[in-house]
Structures are given as structure tokens and as C-alpha cells.
């Protein structure tokens, strides 16, 4: 499992121009069952995601596809967590 974090960087006034594009670019993330979770850092810092299902070298490369990465709105950084305890709604991820 991996959390993505996306910090907006000095780039960040162009996120509007390519907001279409990301949130493309989510769906089709949560289309092919790899993320799980999306949602803003507080306070607007930027974006994390919640993924699975994937391996390291396929989420960065998914991840340099982002719209918002790629024109530098958004600095992304990946860390894999090693599930080990999940409350029962969550029991899938420990697979």
C-alpha cells in the first residue's frame, strides 16, 4: 500500500488550467481499482492518495502522468506502508 502526497509548489497558480486533467487523471486511478482514497492536506497545502494494488515503479510512473505533476503544480512524493494491523472494514488491505 502507498500514500501519495501532492505539495503545491510556486507553480500553484496554474493548477485551475489543468484541474480537468487531474481529476481525469483520479478517476481513472479509482477506474482501475488502484486508489483507494483521495483528498486535500489542510490547510491547502495540496493533495494525498491512498493506493494499492500497484507496485512502486507502476504508481510513480501513474503518478508523473498527473496533470499536476507534470506542469510542476504539485511536487509529489511516494512512501509505501507495510500494513500490518487494519480495523475489519479494512481487512482486505493486509492481503
Known sequence: MFLVT???SDNR???AQH????NAWLRQGFDDGVFLLSGS????LG???LAHATTLAD???RVAGD????HGVVAAAVAEIT???????LAFLLD
Do not use: C, E
Not at 19 to 22: E, L, R, S, V
Not at 41 to 44: A, I, N, V, W
Open 67 to 70: 496533470p499536476f505533476v507534470a
Open 83 to 89: 500494513p500490518a494491523r487494519a480495523d475489519d472494514r
Open 13 to 15: 497558480a496554474q493548477a
Open 47 to 49: 493533495g494525498a492518495i
Open 59 to 61: 504508481l510513480q510512473a
Open 41 to 44: 492536506l489542510q490547510p491547502r
Open 6 to 8: 501532492l505539495t503545491f
Open 19 to 22: 484541474m480537468d486533467g487531474h
